[in-house]
T-cell receptor, first 116, second 113 residues
Framework: AQTVTQSQPEMSVQEAETVTLSCTYD???????LFWYKQPPSRQMILVIR??????QNATENRFSVNFQKAAKSFSLKISDSQLGDTAMYFC?????????????FGTGTRLKVLA | DSGVTQTPKHLITATGQRVTLRCSPR?????VYWYQQSLDQGLQFLIQ???????AKGNILERFSAQQFPDLHSELNLSSLELGDSALYFC????????????FGQGTRLTVV
């Protein structure tokens, strides 16, 4: 069975600094997708970034980038130039195709606080 | 706005009661997923429907049930409610295709008193 592990329950970072959130997963699949979702205090789940397992190039979205290490089954999120609005819970998610649809598995989350 | 609509946004009810949560997926999305998020916890997968049929079941209690209707909206029914059922209930939808993520509604916050 697939599992997703986020080993950092809480983290903090100074505004304008860089922080990395870790995520590891376990799967025997070769084709899958990985995501980072952000859940701010509003509790809305917002997609931050996605990565296709077949792509070697790490995904980047503005200040957000990932370090995808397929062999190590690691998918960390780097936030550069942290802003107060980045304060949120961050969830790592694994997705694969199952019988024509998608199955999503979420980690337990990392609570990030950006300090002024 | 994700395009996924959940109603109601807030619900307060007494123990032992039954409630129905509603979800309208994004236009064209065939899959609907229900998740439960207790206070400051992660997302617990409850159940998935695809084009009207149940596709996957997670940690869903027997007191809970769901269905997806021909117009693809879904309802999650929670009965014999207990205090511990108080949580944020998310609906998400996706469409089978390439590079697709799950789009989440804003959630229904259920408080059982």
């Amino acid at each position: 069975a697939q599992t997703v592990t986020q080993s950092q329950p809480e983290m903090s970072v100074q505004e304008a600094e860089t922080v990395t959130l870790s995520c590891t997963y376990d799967t025997s699949e070769s084709n899958y997708y990985l995501f980072w979702y952000k859940q701010p205090p509003s509790r809305q789940m917002i997609l931050v970034i996605r990565q296709e397992a077949y792509k070697q190039q790490n995904a980047t979205e503005n200040r957000f980038s990932v370090n995808f290490q397929k062999a190590a089954k690691s998918f960390s999120l780097k936030i550069s130039d942290s802003q107060l609005g980045d304060t949120a819970m961050y969830f790592c998610a694994f997705m694969k195709r199952v019988s024509g649809t998608y199955k999503y598995i979420f980690g337990t989350g990392t609570r990030l606080k950006v300090l002024a | 706005d994700s395009g996924v609509t959940q109603t109601p946004k807030h619900l307060i009810t007494a123990t032992g009661q039954r409630v129905t949560l509603r979800c309208s997926p994004r236009s064209g999305d065939l899959s609907v997923y229900w998740y439960q998020q207790s206070l400051d916890q992660g997302l617990q997968f409850l159940i998935q429907y695809y084009n009207g049929e149940e596709r996957a079941k997670g940690n869903i209690l027997e007191r809970f049930s769901a269905q997806q209707f021909p117009d693809l909206h879904s309802e999650l029914n929670l009965s014999s409610l207990e205090l511990g059922d108080s949580a944020l209930y998310f609906c998400a939808s996706s469409v089978t295709g390439e590079n697709t993520e799950a789009f989440f509604g804003q959630g229904t916050r259920l408080t059982v008193v």
